[in-house]
Structures are given as C-alpha cells and as structure tokens.
C-alpha cells in the first residue's frame, strides 16, 4: 500500500519557455499510480508541450518533472530509453507510418528501445492485436484501415511493453461518436489490465468525462483546478465552468484573437 500512495510522476513548477514565449509558467502536478487523468485546455495552452517533457523530449527552462522519483531533465541516453520503456504513448492522429504494415509499425518501439528476438516481438505484437480486437489485421497496411481500426492499433503499440504510463493526446479526435466511445473504453479497459497510469489530454468533455478518474485544468501556464470528475461538472472557478459548459460568455474570452489588445 505504501508504495502504492507514492506518486509516479512529479511535476513541480515546471516553466518552458519558448523563444519568448513562457507557454508553461510553473506547473505543479502529482499523479498517482493507475490514475486516469484528464488534462484540459485551450488550444495552444501547451498540453503536448507538457507530454513531450514527461517523455524527457523536451527539458524544463525550470522546475523539475520526476518519474519514479527520477529527474527526467537529467537523464542521459540510456536512462530515458530505460524509462521511455515504462512509458506507452498514442499519439493525436494515430501516427503510424504509412509505409509499414501493422505489424512493423507495432514492432518499432520495441526493436528501438529493447532487443528482443523476433519471435518474442512477434508474440507480443500478436497479443496486443487481441487485447484491441485486431488480430486479423496484423499484415495490413495504415491506408486499409479505418480511423477507429488505426487508433486501436495505436492504442496496441502504445501498450507493446506493458508501460506503467500511458500518455495519450488527443485519443478521440476525429472519430465519430460512437467509434469514440468504444475507444474511450478501451483506453480504460486496457489500462485497467495492464495496471497502468494515464494520462489524457482531450477537448471532448463527454471522453473526459467518461475516462476520467480526475481532472486538471491547464490555464495560462498554470494547473489553476485539478479534483474529481463530478466537481469539474459544476466547478466554482469560472475559467473552468466555461470550459466545461463551452459557454461563449465568460472570461475565457479574454483569450480570443478578437478580443486581445
Ligand atoms: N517546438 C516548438 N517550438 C516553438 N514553439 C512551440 C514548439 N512546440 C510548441 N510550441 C508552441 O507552444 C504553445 C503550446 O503548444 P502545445 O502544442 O503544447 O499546445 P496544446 O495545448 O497541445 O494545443 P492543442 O490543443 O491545439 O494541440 C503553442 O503556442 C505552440 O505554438
């Protein structure tokens, strides 16, 4: 239990500044083991920011992000392949190239990070075909399959090495409602199996919802809300309040184009 309680990942105001830009102004952010957090924001708030410095892509301008403790700015070459195997990512769009079929395309990340024989390879692929329902289409290529059918394959390559964290961005985008619903319940029946924390950055309050066991709000640089999903629904700070109705009013509007002066 004791170690349970620890959490996974650390944030602590943590800045990144690009060019002039300060799109992360001191994030403050702990999460625990088998969480499902939803990350919200606006557009260009810097959420895929924040993944790509959990995945060490990026390095903090200030503050610290650690992973098990460890300080992921820190890391040399071996140990973020260490960690990046513990760490599954479904990327926006699915992301899987074109060029290679199913197969290749899930075997990368384990011919890059790990050096597993082939059969070993080929066995895992084959098992995580079936934990997503795809296993008949382990020789097609991304073009024969449908937008749903590709994010579950991303889903089975973002789960290939059993990772203790999976980060998704975006996992929804693009799919009709009820492919999204089903995939919303993969991510959480899949994570559930393998025992794993997530993290999700989405703008589709009704996957929010659904997948959620907390949420966070990313607001000018900073996490200004994080609690459980019922109090998101009918939150008091009214940043949030507009986020989640999609009210035009409000002061998020401050943000518009329109209105910046
Ligand atoms: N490599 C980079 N170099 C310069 N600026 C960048 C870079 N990556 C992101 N940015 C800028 O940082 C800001 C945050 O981008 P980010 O993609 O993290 O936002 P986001 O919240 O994920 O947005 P969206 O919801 O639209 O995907 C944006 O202004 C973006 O233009």
Do not use: C
Request: proline share 5%; hydrophobic share 40%; charged share 25%.
């Amino acid at each position: 239990m004791a170690t349970d309680s620890k959490p996974l990942l650390e944030l602590e105001g943590v800045r990144l500044t690009f060019g002039k830009e300060e799109v992360l102004k001191g994030v403050d952010l702990h999460i625990a083991p088998r969480e499902r957090l939803i990350v919200l924001g606006q557009s260009g708030g810097g959420k895929s920011t924040l993944l790509r410095l959990i995945l060490g892509i990026l390095k903090p301008s200030g503050g610290s992000v650690r992973f098990k403790g460890l300080e992921v700015g820190r890391m040399g070459r071996r140990r973020l392949n260490k960690m990046r195997q513990k760490i599954g990512m479904v990327f926006q769009n699915s992301a899987l190239v074109s060029s290679l079929n199913v197969r290749d395309n899930l075997a990368l990340p384990l011919e890059e990070l790990t050096d597993k024989p082939r059969n070993e390879i080929d066995d895992l692929i084959m098992h995580k075909l079936e934990m997503v329902g795809m296993q008949d289409a382990r020789d097609k290529m991304p073009a024969e399959l449908s937008g749903g059918m590709r994010k579950r394959i991303a889903l089975a390559r973002g789960i290939i090495m059993d990772p203790e964290l999976i980060l998704y961005d975006e996992p929804s985008a693009g799919l009709d409602p009820v492919t999204s619903t089903l995939i919303d319940q993969l991510i959480i029946s899949l994570s559930e199996k393998i025992g794993a924390t997530s993290i999700v950055v989405t703008h589709e309050m009704d996957s929010a919802f659904r997948i959620a066991t907390r949420m966070a709000m990313l607001y000018k640089g900073r996490i200004i809300a994080e609690d459980k999903p019922e109090a998101f629904r009918h939150h008091s700070n009214p940043v949030v309040a507009q986020f989640i109705s999609g009210n035009t009013e409000g002061p998020l509007n401050e943000d518009l184009p329109e209105n910046r002066t």
